[in-house]
């Protein structure tokens, strides 16, 4: 969970400033965590204390409205009765890491991947998009097979994921649907050889810098290990105090924890 916080951070200086290279520094003047690592914190939240994922969420995400929430979700937010709105942005996606960390079985992750996206995203692809980020972090920490993962996510959710990072570059820019972005960062983690490398394969994309590092990052984090104690320390710098010892938390109950 510390490495989709820490990606979330490190491709926060990239959404508007896109890069097409590797070769950048990873935490910069100005790296700040986005409404994905405030959302993620929330969901770890849910599934620590039993709350409704609607709830955790809708609570957590109010008290950092500055985050930089898109504008239908914070429409959402500052709603008193939140509705799902049909979305398929890659919002419920980049939040669901915790669910790949937490649960035991495909069913169960997949069932709760969905809950967690529902609360907002209800449109198929929305949906499509959690589940397949949640069960990539599932069989990623349970499997450490990157050949079962690329076969078991690309025939049961459709995505081609016989590409590499070299292969999507040159033409690839900024996009928030699930579609357009969760395949993609799955690559960057299976065409990695590191954490850090998944990292930079995703912000080397120059799309959604932030959301595409946050999700390589968990999925690398389930696959490699814990992250470095220097990265987590960057994470601990930068997060507030609250949502700093609900991520210990949460690693600390799962395991994710070097």
């Known amino acids: 969970m510390i490495g989709a916080i820490a990606g979330d951070i490190i491709g926060s200086l990239y959404e508007f400033s896109p890069v097409k290279t590797k070769d950048f520094p990873f935490f910069q003047k100005g790296s700040r965590f986005t409404d994905d690592s405030v959302l993620t ?16 969420i809708h609570r957590l995400g109010r008290k950092y409205p500055d ?8 429409k959402w937010l500052s709603s008193e009765a939140p509705a799902p709105y049909n979305s398929w942005g890659n919002g419920s996606a980049m939040r669901v890491s915790p669910v790949g960390f ?20 209800n449109h198929p692809e929305g949906i499509k998009g959690a589940q397949a980020v949640a069960l ?22 459709g995505y081609y994921l016989e590409r590499s990072v070299s292969d999507i570059r040159p033409n690839y820019s900024f996009d928030v649907s699930c579609r357009g972005s969760v395949p993609e960062a799955i690559i960057s983690f299976l065409d990695s050889d590191s954490y850090e490398d998944a990292v930079r394969n995703a ?22 290990g814990a992250v470095d104690k220097e990265i987590c320390n960057k994470v601990r710098e930068i997060l507030t105090t609250e949502l700093w010892e609900i991520t210990t938390e949460f690693c600390s109950r799962f395991g994710v924890w070097r």
């Open 102 to 121: 937490a649960f035991d079985t495909v069913e169960t992750v997949l069932e709760e991947a969905a809950k967690s996206a529902v609360i907002s995203h």
């Open 203 to 224: 912000v080397s994309l120059g799309g959604d810098s932030d959301t595409l590092a946050c999700i390589a990052g968990g999925i690398a984090e389930a696959f490699y």
């Open 136 to 157: 990539s972090v599932y069989l990623a920490r349970t499997t450490k097979n990157k050949n079962l993962i690329r076969r078991e996510i690309g025939s049961r959710f």
């Open 41 to 56: 914190v929330a969901v770890a939240r849910a599934v620590l204390t039993g709350e409704d994922y609607q709830g955790s």
């Open 67 to 74: 985050a930089g929430y898109g504008g239908s979700f914070l």
